[in-house]
């Protein structure tokens, strides 16, 4: 009995309200289908109807919550006139006086009613409550705004942490495979060059400095001079090397003419170091035998890689 008691005043109002928005969608689609397509001329209408019923149901709306309703009042107040000068010309245009009349009447009617009707459910309410009322729901939409950007930035915080950590794990995995890929092609080498078993072992890796000492006609550091007088303790530049000291001298001035002979674009061919090596050891008063020669254009060649000259 209650809420039938609350749904009656609505009733009269729905119903003017239905009527009046039918009419006003007939009488403006058929103004408009004279200039444009039935179905853009009676789609305008719609629309425009639905705009003014979407006002009334906030103005309803805020009505009944004690709220202000400018903006919905506004809308309502310029869209009532307009409604009722299309529906006063629509009877005009037809010919009929009664007809504009009645036409015109049936929005304010339904205006009117809902307003009563409005008046009637809404919640009554002094200023300074509803004053507290708005302060309250401005206090919590800032909280809820707050609460949203806090959110959204501690998502992109983990979101950023995520994608970190994931390039960390994707550059360790890319290190491993690297590493891996050189042993492996490090093991194809030495196992299709392997060392002849007269070179027990070769000379170390070249240096820069050692390079440029050798092309400069000169001893690196570190390596006693061949054949040089003085009463110095050996491996200092005076007195006189002994045997390792002078065969190590060797081997590494050989290894030394090896990397400069190779550092052609493009190398050698075998047999072309072999004689380049030989003519210039022998130039050099250097000793080696041919498999050591061998065993170092095979070094040399592996230093270099598929892309040619060692860099």
Do not use: C
């Amino acid at each position: 009995m209650n809420q039938l008691k609350k749904v009656a005043p609505w009733v009269l109002p729905s119903i003017l309200t239905s009527i009046a928005v039918a009419w006003a969608i007939d009488a403006i689609g058929g103004i408009l289908a004279d200039q444009a397509a039935a179905p853009f001329a009676y789609s305008v209408a719609v629309l425009y109807d639905a705009v003014w019923l979407y006002a009334l149901a906030q103005e309803t709306a805020h009505r009944r919550q004690g709220s202000s309703a400018r903006l919905p009042k506004a809308i309502g107040w310029v869209f009532l006139p307009l409604t009722v000068a299309v529906l006063g010309a629509r009877g005009l245009l037809a010919g009929d006086v009664l007809a504009a009349v009645v036409g015109a009447l049936i929005p304010v009617l339904a205006k009117v009613t809902l307003m009563m009707a409005i008046d009637r459910d809404r919640t009554r309410i002094s200023p300074r409550a509803q004053a507290a009322i708005d302060r309250t729901r401005a206090t919590t939409r800032d909280r809820i705004a707050v609460s949203r950007a806090v959110a959204a930035a501690r998502a992109d915080e983990t979101k950023a942490a995520a994608e970190i950590l994931k390039g960390t794990r994707e550059a360790e995995a890319d290190a491993v495979t690297v590493t891996h890929d050189a042993f492996e092609a490090y093991s194809n080498v030495i196992d299709q060059h392997p060392l002849p078993e007269a070179v027990a072992e070769l000379p170390g890796l070249v240096s820069d400095r050692e390079l440029e000492a050798l092309l400069a006609g000169g001893v690196p550091d570190g390596v006693p001079a061949l054949g040089t007088g003085g009463d110095g303790p050996p491996g200092t530049g005076g007195g006189t090397p002994s045997a390792q000291e002078a065969k190590a001298a060797n081997d590494q001035a050989v290894a030394l003419l090896a990397a400069q002979l190779y550092a052609t674009n493009p190398p050698p061919s075998k047999r072309k170091f072999r004689e380049a090596m030989r003519t210039e050891m022998n130039a050099r008063q250097l000793t080696g035998s041919w498999e050591t020669i061998d065993a170092l254009y095979d070094r040399e060649k592996a230093l270099a890689g598929p892309g040619g000259g060692r860099p």
